[in-house]
């Protein structure tokens, strides 16, 4: 099951729509276009509803046991911090910060018009966003094509925060860079891809508070790791995540998926992202193997040609059973 094949259809209609000249080259706007055109934005841009997830990625949500999600999340306002805004107060608390990055996008506009790249580009925006909620996550920010994300929260573990923080960055990267990628190359775009940097911040390492004045304010935390997470998407690889060493702590068998930084880049200074020698403080970062993470999950298969796929857990249908129940009469339900 292709979890993300409406993100992706839209993505491929926005690109016939501009190889057949819906859109026009040069700078001409939006507002520019013919009533025609116009349409035929909309209409793309809407094909994935600002409410709810696109069918195929809402299949995977059961997979995962989603119950339900808030589509009424307000940027720079976590639910469970939002009593802070516009106050003075201020509160410790542990919280998972990600960021997520698109890169390379700036080379669409050689092939696309920039209709067609806001569309592909918004459509990934949304796929990030749908993941990032499935899995229990908090939009804080947009930034341009990236994301800051944040999970965990009052009322959930940090183990499993962390877990439902790397399986969304995971299955996100996994889209980006078998679908999403290999389909932009078909199309003469090179260099597309994401990189993620993750950390996780203890409660007394983490300061909540609002920051700004008034309307022009966000909810949002002041910590060392909030800062790590986004300069480790900078170490990371195409579509590879960055994670710093509390993530690498609280995952189970963790040595199967993490390796310092330094061993793929050669250079013995990009083990530590962070050092403070007047503390005898050195914080190391990680490459995340995404792939293999998501190969241990239950849902999780791999075809002949070793690509995954996503399935739903086998469903006993009671017709199937009867026979079975025959023989154990007290058992089945007339």
């Not at 390379?104 to 993941?131: D, P, Q, R, W």
């Amino acid at each position: 099951m292709n979890i993300y094949s409406d993100y992706f259809d839209v993505i491929k209609e926005a690109v016939r729509a501009d190889q057949s000249g819906v859109f026009p080259k040069g700078l001409a706007g939006v507002g520019n276009l013919s009533d025609s055109s116009k349409k035929t934005f909309s209409a793309i841009n809407n094909k994935i509803s600002k409410k709810e997830f696109a069918p195929s990625l809402k299949k995977y949500s059961e997979i995962v046991g989603l119950i339900g999600v808030n589509y009424n999340q307000e940027l720079g306002l976590h639910p469970d911090f939002g009593y802070l805004k516009a106050t003075d107060n201020t509160e410790e608390h542990y919280i998972i910060s990600c960021f997520v990055d698109i890169v390379g996008s700036t080379n669409m506009f050689k092939k696309f018009s920039k209709e067609a790249v806001f569309l592909i580009t918004n459509t990934l925006v949304k796929a990030n966003i749908h993941t990032a909620l499935i899995h229990g996550g908090y939009v804080q920010r947009i930034q341009g094509d990236g994301l800051f994300i944040y999970f965990g929260g009052k009322n959930i573990s940090k183990e499993t925060a962390v877990k439902n923080a790397l399986l969304s960055l995971s299955t996100y990267s996994y889209f980006v860079q078998n679908d999403l990628k290999d389909y932009l190359l078909s199309q003469g775009v090179e260099n597309i891809s994401i990189r993620s940097g993750i950390d996780l911040g203890e409660a007394e390492d983490v300061l909540w508070g609002s920051c700004g004045i008034e309307g022009i304010s966000e909810v949002t935390t002041c910590s060392l790791h909030t800062s790590l997470a986004s300069k480790m998407q900078a170490y990371a690889n195409k579509c590879g995540i960055v994670a710093g060493a509390n993530v690498k702590n609280q995952l189970v068998n963790s040595e199967e998926y993490f390796t310092v930084v330094s061993k793929r880049t050669g250079e013995e200074n990009d083990r530590y992202i962070f050092r403070n020698p007047e503390q005898s403080f050195y914080y190391t970062q990680y490459d995340f193997n995404w792939s293999k993470f998501l190969q241990q999950q239950s849902n999780v298969t791999i075809d002949q040609n070793g690509r995954l796929n996503f399935r739903l857990p086998a469903i006993l249908n009671p017709t199937n059973l009867q026979p079975i129940a025959e023989l154990s009469k007290p058992y089945l339900n007339r």
